[in-house]
């Protein structure tokens, strides 16, 4: 992989951004957001007699810590001493929870791709918020686990074959870390012990149903809010998990977009979210990591002051965007570096924002005029990370209709083709099942017959283009919802038999 032998070389000045407008996204990702029998109806919840229970494996042993193997000096990110990083990494690596043989290689992992985003920030998708108030461990743990079974039941009838589970959805963890603590979205307190281990859980059914996992990270969240609260949340000390890197690493902590967010210019939070992705590679059997769209985190209220941190670290970068840039593509390489030494089957992927740039803006960019291009409000040149094959695949989050004309789904589609076309790198497209069935002005093709002839015809497209590996929707839980029905009778029947 280009970079992970050089990881010390001087930073690229890569093109000068030809302007910048402050984000303003009318939807985040995890964050608002003609069947006799609908497909909800197939969902609701099912009673169990004792011998149906599977409450004997509910919960993992714990076996045998596995051996961490030895981590080089081209593993640690520029500007990191390796001393610090290997402390870091083996911290991570002493976790070793499962010791699991090696599962599919890297090109069953980038087979045809039909997946769902779960996730757990707010508790939109798993675990629900009422499971989080149940104060019985057993009864919580029983709870939380059969509806992740529940997922992984729909999962099978949709004939999906891949679950991108958010597994870090600001500093807290949904597996047993020792770098994070507990997310507070199992259990509504940071720290707090769930009584098991949802990613452990989710590998082992999701594996024995064909269903590959890939462990969904949101790199720089802190804190969704900077309200009192959420203040004392973060500092409340626990002995069930490390401490929050709020309270470890205040130095690293900024606010912007009214959150938390990790500072994306210090060198060690690099080296930090290195370490983190590394203990989840090693210790489990993931078959995929990835990033969303969350980089650079700001709007134009809230704006992160890293002033000071540019100025540190900004030598040799007159233009401050280039820097922040630069940040980024480092993190990006130091992840798929530390993946690909550890567990080379393992596959990297982001799902960035559907807009790299703006022809307007752009030359090179795509005929549309959408607000927050990755390049020029994220500084996240996702071009450049396909290019440069630091990644195994990109599903750009191309949530408009064909009929949006200042965001057109085909033609956005139809760029992100011609952007990976010989290169390593695999596209799928995030779509957005979550506008299905919900009227819009602005895109009224969402609820004509049900949205089917939208979904229809988005997907026609992804498999008419050959550059076009699968299909991402946005999000699970809307596979439930009244208003989606047809779309998702659609999906099952024209995916059936896959």
């Not at 099912?46 to 409450?55: T, V």
């Not at 059914?205 to 462990?215: C, D, N």
């Not at 990006?332 to 030494?341: E, G, H, N, P, S």
């Not at 200042?406 to 695999?426: G, K, L």
Request: aromatic share 10%; glycine share 6%.
């Amino acid at each position: 992989m280009r970079g992970c032998d050089d990881a010390t070389r001087q930073p690229s000045t890569p093109q000068t951004p030809i302007g910048h407008r402050p984000r303003n996204r009318s939807l985040i990702k995890g964050e608002h957001d003609v069947e006799s029998h609908s497909f909800a109806a197939l969902f609701r919840p099912i009673a169990r007699s004792p011998s149906m229970s599977r409450r004997d494996d509910r919960i993992l042993p714990q076996t045998e810590a596995q051996e961490p193997s030895p981590l080089t000096d081209k593993m640690a990110p520029a500007g990191i001493p390796r001393r610090r990083f290997l402390a870091w990494s083996a911290l991570a690596a002493g976790a070793g929870m499962l010791h699991v043989p090696r599962g599919a290689d890297a090109a069953s992992a980038l087979d045809e791709v039909r997946a769902t985003w779960v996730a757990s920030v707010l508790n939109l998708d798993w675990p629900s918020q009422a499971s989080t108030q149940i104060e019985n461990v057993q009864e919580r743990v029983r709870v939380q686990q059969d509806e992740l079974l529940r997922i992984l039941d729909e999962a099978v009838l949709v004939n999906l074959n891949t679950l991108v589970f958010q597994v870090k959805p600001c500093a807290d963890a949904l597996y047993r870390s020792r770098l994070l603590p507990w997310s507070p979205y199992l259990t509504g307190v940071v720290g707090k012990d769930p009584g098991f281990d949802p990613l452990a859980f989710l590998l082992q059914h999701a594996h024995a149903r064909g269903i590959k996992v890939h462990a969904w990270l949101n790199p720089y969240r802190v804190s969704m809010n900077t309200r009192q609260d959420t203040l004392d949340a973060l500092t409340r000390s626990s002995t069930d998990s490390p401490p929050s890197v709020y309270v470890q690493h205040p130095e690293w902590v900024r606010v912007a977009n009214n959150r938390f967010v990790l500072d994306p210019g210090i060198p060690e939070v690099r080296a930090w979210l290195a370490g983190v992705v590394a203990e989840i590679v090693r210790n489990y059997p993931v078959d995929g990591i990835q990033f969303d769209d969350y980089f650079y985190y700001e709007t134009r209220d809230s704006l992160l002051d890293d002033a000071a941190t540019y100025q540190r670290y900004g030598a040799g970068f007159a233009d401050k965007g280039d820097w922040r840039r630069d940040n980024t593509y480092r993190l990006i390489r130091d992840i798929a570096c530390t993946i690909k030494a550890i567990k080379p089957w393992v596959v990297f992927g982001i799902s960035p924002a559907g807009v790299w740039r703006n022809k307007q803006d752009d030359p090179l960019g795509s005929e549309t005029q959408a607000g927050a291009p990755n390049y020029d409000v994220a500084y996240a040149d996702t071009r450049r990370w396909v290019l440069e094959g630091l990644i195994d695949y990109i599903a750009p989050q191309i949530y408009w209709p064909f009929a949006r004309q200042i965001a057109r789904y085909d033609v956005i589609a139809r760029w992100w083709a011609d952007t990976v076309r010989q290169t390593r790198t695999r596209l799928y497209i995030g779509m957005a099942l979550y506008k299905v069935g919900t009227p819009s002005t602005a895109e009224p093709d969402w609820t004509v017959e049900g949205g089917v002839p939208e979904i229809s015809r988005q997907l026609d497209l992804n498999e008419a283009l050959p550059e076009i590996h699968g299909s991402m929707l946005f999000r699970h839980g809307f596979l439930r919802e009244p208003q989606t029905q047809q779309v998702v009778a659609y999906i099952r029947r024209r995916w059936q038999g896959r």
